[in-house]
């Protein structure tokens, strides 16, 4: 099913004669063309002409290039410019770097550069915790990639990664106030990525991984957690994980089931499927399955040199299970899927539970659209932001890393993580939870305020702060 997208939408400059019924030829045309108008503009009206901006939504590039050939086809129309909104978003980047003080005259140059930097310089020096406090490191994150595994691209390189990059660093900012860079490197090597985020650490007040394959990214984030003293924290794993703890938290509630009794299935043994799979473990979901493109993992499953596959084979699947996902699924309360898109059949669906929870969460296509779910689907959840519940990492590493800042934290332990689902499931009212809303909106401002304020809570109160949680 294809939906129309800002992502995909243009704007047509265009010419054409000041006479009755000229627009309409044109919105008919684009109508014609299944095409959705959104604003129209007038650029200029002279010497009997009009030029017109027309910003249209399609369903993706090839839709947009259509609609573009068929009002190109009307007699009278001259198209001058066509532009993707998408692309002009990008033009130049989409962050910058602005001064926090003036530097108007002699007196505000001699205390923001030499002489008086100096003294500033020997401060820390003398007491290296000091560059939190007189130094970007205060409120700075680096968000870093290889550009091996970026959304569902693939292997792309960094060059290619930056935009995302960028896109990760916009979202920190703009939700949790967070200063935060991209740094895209060129290199592959688990040892070249650990050491150069060594290296660049006494730049940043914490290490945000994105993007990096699995089950690389695993090694990366483990050994520069133990050796900086700052945190690290890898979002395609963790990010993941808390949201989907958050919204089945408030699942359960709608379909008056207890976490212990659960019967879960998660589809994908990437990092985010163990993430998941661990952070459930720890909050009492004991009868887990995780499948892989080969089906169930179980301790039959001796050949497999992934690291990640070994800590399932040994902690899920307590009944030890073998098959395909569709012969596993009989009686699963909840479906997690990380994994590929149409990966769930109607059929497997209706061997669920009564009261079942779904999180189809591959992108951009779900591992069954919420449309295709059968009736004993109580709560449906995906990845997009064009069906209710939409389980997005916004809703974590804003405020998450917020916290952790404000309260200087060296480390990012399971109970800040459990603590961050709590506070994002926290923020709908059990009153207000219904099976179209067990996750807030991305764009609700309170989650990050929550998130912030109970990591900064955890954090002190597990000793992996340098200093108390700030005052409200």
């Known amino acids: 099913m294809s939906h129309y997208s800002p ?46 901006d027309l910003t249209v939504q399609a369903t993706d590039v090839e839709h947009g290039e259509k609609i573009v050939e068929k009002v190109r086809s009307l007699e009278g129309v001259e198209i001058s410019n066509v532009s993707d909104r998408t692309f002009l978003m990008h033009l130049g980047g989409k962050i910058e770097v602005i001064s926090r003080v003036p530097v108007k005259t002699r007196d505000d140059l001699s205390m923001a550069y030499t002489p008086g930097v100096a003294r500033v310089c020997q401060a820390i020096a003398e007491d290296p915790d000091a560059s939190f406090n007189l130094t970007i490191r205060r409120n700075t994150v680096a968000v ?40 895209c490197l060129e290199t592959q090597d688990v040892e070249e990525i650990i050491n150069t985020v060594k290296y660049l650490a006494p730049t940043f007040g914490g290490i945000n991984l994105e993007d990096i394959s699995s089950p690389r990214c695993v090694e990366i984030e483990d050994r520069l957690r133990k050796e900086l003293e700052i945190p690290v924290f890898h979002d395609d794993q963790h990010g993941t994980a808390i949201v989907v703890l958050a919204a089945l938290k408030n699942a359960l509630k709608v379909v008056d089931k207890e976490i212990s009794e659960l019967n879960v299935l998660i589809n994908g043994a990437g990092s985010a499927g163990v993430a998941i799979a661990k952070l459930l473990h720890s909050v009492g979901v004991n009868k887990m399955i995780v499948c892989d493109s080969k089906g169930a993992i179980s301790k039959e499953r001796t050949n497999d040199s992934n690291t990640l596959k070994a800590w399932i084979a040994q902690n899920t699947n307590p009944e030890n299970q073998t098959g395909t996902l569709s012969e596993v699924i009989s009686g699963i309360d909840l479906f997690v899927g990380v994994s590929v898109a149409g990966a769930l059949k109607k059929e497997d669906v209706a061997k669920m539970s009564n009261d079942a929870i779904v999180f189809a969460l591959a992108n951009p296509d779900p591992e069954i659209l919420p449309e295709d779910a059968t009736e004993n689907v109580k709560v449906m959840a995906t990845g997009r932001s064009d069906y209710p519940n939409q389980i997005n990492n916004v809703l974590c590493f804003p405020g998450l890393f917020r916290g952790l800042l404000d309260v200087r934290a060296r480390d990012i332990n399971a109970e800040i993580k459990i603590a961050a689902a709590d506070a994002i499931a926290g923020v709908i009212a059990d009153d207000e939870v219904h099976p179209d809303y067990v996750i807030p909106s991305v764009f609700d401002r309170r989650v990050a305020t929550a998130v912030a304020e109970q990591v900064a ?16």
């Open 144 to 183: 870093v990639s290889d550009g091996t595994a970026v959304l569902g691209l693939g292997n792309i390189g960094p060059r290619a990664a930056m935009p995302v990059m960028e896109g990760k660093a916009l979202l920190f900012k703009e939700f949790g106030g967070v200063d935060a860079f991209p740094i």
């Open 457 to 472: 809570l955890v954090a002190t109160e597990t000793g992996v702060a340098r200093k108390g949680k700030p005052a409200q």
């Open 7 to 52: 992502a995909y939408s243009i704007t047509i400059r265009l010419r054409y004669g000041d006479l009755p019924g000229g627009l309409g030829k044109i919105t008919s045309a684009i109508g014609d063309a299944g095409g959705s108008i959104g604003a129209i503009d007038i650029v200029s009206s002279l010497d009997g002409a009009i030029i017109r």
